[in-house]
């Protein structure tokens, strides 16, 4: 078992920053793969980024590339998502979530996954 807990999320005005943060525990918490989802009020759930354990290969889709970057703190086992230049369609609610092989090859696929978070909510508006 792994436990995921977000953080970071707050209002932010078009234009800002925030750092989201998901600390990993449990025994196997440090080989695990670590995906960030997002979900917005009436959508889907999206894949944005993934951080491979077995590797450090980072992922981050396309549509927010420019502007999103995920890191690791090993020695903390927290996964960082860094969100940059942040616009109103990024308003939704954000997800970690850890997949125990520790890969990230089909990481938008949120049945990937097998633990998760309990999310953090992300506020852009002026």
């Known amino acids: 078992q792994v436990q995921l807990v977000e953080s970071g999320g707050g209002l932010v005005q078009p234009g800002g920053s925030l750092r989201l943060s998901c600390a990993a525990s449990g025994s196997t918490a440090e080989r695990n793969g670590i995906g960030w989802f997002r979900q917005a009020p009436g959508k889907e759930r999206e894949g944005v980024a993934c951080?491979?354990?077995?590797?450090?290969?980072?992922y981050v889709t396309s549509s927010v590339k420019d502007r999103f970057t995920i890191s690791r703190d090993s020695a903390k086992n927290t996964v960082y998502l860094q969100l940059n230049d942040l616009k109103p369609e990024d308003t939704a609610v954000y997800y970690c979530a850890a997949r125990a092989d520790g890969r990230c090859t089909n990481y938008k696929a949120y049945y990937y996954f097998d633990f998760w978070g309990q999310g953090t909510q992300v506020t852009v508006s002026s």
């Open positions: 951080f491979s354990a077995n590797d450090g290969t980072t």
